[in-house]
């Protein structure tokens, strides 16, 4: 069984213009994908394209992409969804039938749906330089914040939070309590 070679591009009807036109660059996994598109990828599934009474005339106007490997799709959906609230049905219970037929079948409409890697966008470079071992929460309360150009205040809203001291370790839970006769136990409480 061969994986399916999805295209590589910006949008969905990127996608579908590289597979109109028979473009080369395609991947099945998620790394040749990064490999060929430079940078980081996700895998997208998205509907576009006009919206058909039929699939008769959706398969007619994309014939030329829809094939076995389910790159290309014709999803169907409920053109409008039933209210929320309605009546509640009755069982009938009749000729090994449980619940009635339907008054009239829903309308269904039929779109494309292509699915592709998406490129993502470089990650954002910081311009300024944040003060070195500074944090926006300690830099908060300092007056050294008020010196501050706007490129750092950009800076520091780049860099990860870091921890301010260690996290103590937990010594007992919610229902523990420690007797005040021996310290050196624990006793559950619940």
């Known amino acids: 069984m061969t994986l399916p070679l999805y295209p590589i591009a910006s949008d969905g009807h990127a996608a579908l213009e590289a597979l109109r036109s028979g473009e080369t660059h395609r991947a099945a996994r998620e790394r040749e994908a990064e490999g060929l ?29 829809l094939d076995d490997s389910k790159v290309c799709v014709l999803t169907c ?67 050294k914040a008020y010196e501050l150009t706007p490129e750092q205040i950009l800076a520091l809203t780049e860099t990860p939070l870091q921890p301010a001291r260690p996290q103590k370790a937990l010594d007992f839970g919610l229902f523990d309590f420690i007797p005040p006769d021996n310290p050196g136990i624990v006793i559950a409480d619940e």
């Open 77 to 143: 959906r409920i053109a409008v969804p039933p209210p929320r609230k309605h009546a509640p049905m009755q069982p009938v219970f009749a000729d090994g039938v449980r619940w009635p037929k339907a008054d009239k079948a829903p309308h269904a409409i039929w779109q494309l749906s292509v699915s592709y890697w998406k490129r993502l966008p470089p990650p954002r470079q910081a311009h300024g330089d944040a003060a070195p071992g500074q944090q926006a929460r300690t830099l908060r309360r300092s007056r």
């Open 37 to 65: 598109a430079g940078g980081p990828v996700v895998f997208v599934t998205q509907s576009l394209g006009p919206l058909f009474d039929s699939e008769a005339e959706a398969k007619k106007v994309y014939a030329s992409v």
